[in-house]
């Protein structure tokens, strides 16, 4: 699981992961949403080693010269702190850090774009431990990989989101404003609303052809692009009040594929999202850990665990490249923004107080009065209906809102870890139609 931060680490394995990747500053992408010191770090390895479990330092951006001797200093000094290894991109750094260290564990990140077992083999001989897959691979190609390279550990990305390019080889950030996806900056900018343009001759046509009135008008006639010889595929170009969205993967969910992945020789589910909420790395987290625990007891699948995926905010799902090429059907044409289809994420727990069956809660997004809620505990879900709203000094009101404290009814004794989410709307399981070429 991802681990954005000392507090998403806690809940990941309060919620069933078996081991994080945390980033180290400035050597990891992400970079942005990464709060960990070098002090935090070593916390961090010891919080994870007392519950026997495992953290992984990334440190996989491609580096230009400026960077490489801090990196291999910070390595050093990482190294030290014994995580249970690295995972890294750029083969000279590899390279140089293994002869620093020739002990190291390095796992090759899924940036290295390791698509073929000749690859995997390279890798392997100059003594990294893991592959961890680009998520462009089928399950079969997986397969192939697993037989011609049978003594290297796979780990494959099974639930997060998607670069509409290989991963890290995308200059769409650089170019929009400035920020190197391969520096750990990206802004996603490939999910950015673009609005269609048509370049005017003169000033005074381009001011007339503005719409006066600010009303939506659609754009007339259906667009679309194609490659000139392509046969038959076309991307479909709409535009409605938001804009339009023509670089917007969907994000992968494989929560189904697991023993077919398991099969295929992979010995590691890995999870995007070291951005993302608490909330988040909960239910996913716990959804997933159900899933390998009904695998490796040889259960069926439980679509619940679905219906628990459901529950985060996600750019609608799809199994990436696992099974067949997404082609048009991976992308989100309609919005580029990540939301909950389900569940909200409505607070965490802060003090349980016995004699009257409350919780004071830190309130995330506004609830109110009637609404159905759920608390999530790392092995249950509650349900109850919101019927009475404090603030902290007693004052009954009819709504809470996001970023305050509240005191709430809760029907049980919480312990650590315990969340609370509003149900939006039941989850539908139904397929969607995928057009048959
Ligand atoms: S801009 Fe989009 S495709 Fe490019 S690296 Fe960022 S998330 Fe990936």
């Known amino acids: 699981m991802p681990a954005g931060n000392f507090e998403k680490l806690k809940y990941a394995f309060a919620y069933g992961a078996d081991a994080v990747y945390a980033g180290v500053p400035i050597f990891s992408l992400r970079a942005r949403e990464n709060d960990f010191t070098k002090g935090i770090i070593k916390e961090a390895i010891e919080y994870t080693h007392a ?23 910070s390595f050093c000094e990482m190294s030290d702190l014994n995580p249970d290894g690295f995972i890294m991109t750029d083969p000279g750094l590899i390279n ?22 000749a690859t995997i083999e390279f890798w392997r001989d100059i003594g990294v ?72 001759g003169s000033l005074v046509e381009t001011e007339m052809a503005r719409p006066e009135e600010k009303e939506y008008k659609p754009i007339d006639g259906k667009y679309s692009i194609k490659e ?13 009040e938001h804009g339009t969205y023509m670089m917007n993967s969907k994000d992968l969910c494989a929560i189904e594929l697991l023993g077919e992945l398991k099969d295929a020789g992979i010995c590691s589910f890995k999870v995007e999202g070291r951005s993302k909420t608490i909330y988040y790395v909960a239910t996913v987290a716990r959804a997933y850990r159900r899933a390998i625990d009904d695998l490796m007891a040889g259960k069926p ?41 389900t569940h909200r994420f409505a607070g965490v727990v802060k003090e349980y107080d016995a004699a009257t069956g409350t919780a004071l809660m830190d309130v995330k997004n506004r609830i109110e009065i009637g609404d159905t809620l759920e608390w999530m505990t790392p092995t249950e879900t509650i349900s109850q209906k919101l019927e009475a709203i404090e603030k902290p000094n007693g004052e ?6 996001g970023g305050l ?31 048959v070429k």
């Not at 010889?229 to 409605?240: N, R, T, W, Y």
């Open 405 to 435: 404290t509240y005191r709430l009814p809760i029907p049980f004794e919480p312990g650590e870890y315990t969340m609370l989410r509003q149900v939006l709307r039941e989850a539908s399981l139904k397929p969607e139609l995928i057009p």
């Open 129 to 200: 431990q893991r592959i961890i897959l680009p998520r462009e691979l089928s399950i079969k190609e997986m397969t192939t990989i697993h037989e011609k390279v049978p003594d290297i550990e796979l780990e494959s990305f099974v639930h997060g989101a998607i670069c509409i390019a290989y991963s890290g080889r995308c200059l769409i950030s650089n170019y929009v404003n400035h920020r190197d996806a391969n520096q750990g900056t990206c802004t996603n900018s490939c999910r950015w609303e673009f609005d269609l343009s048509v370049e005017k």
């Open 301 to 341: 699948f439980d679509k619940n665990n679905l219906r628990e995926i459901m529950a985060t905010a996600n750019r609608t799902l799809m199994t990436g490249f696992m099974k067949r090429r997404p082609d048009e059907y991976g992308e989100n044409f309609e919005d580029g923004v990540s939301s909950p289809l």
């Open 51 to 73: 519950l026997g479990k495992q953290i992984y330092l990334t440190m996989n951006i491609y580096a230009h010269n400026i960077k490489i001797d801090k990196f291999l200093d």
């Open 96 to 117: 140089k850090s293994l002869k620093l260290r020739p002990k190291s564990v390095i796992h090759l990140s899924t940036q290295a774009n390791a698509t073929n077992w």
């Open 228 to 240: 000139s010889k392509a046969d038959g595929q076309q991307f479909e170009l709409d535009e409605d």
């Open 396 to 401: 009954s009101v009819d709504v809470a809102h």
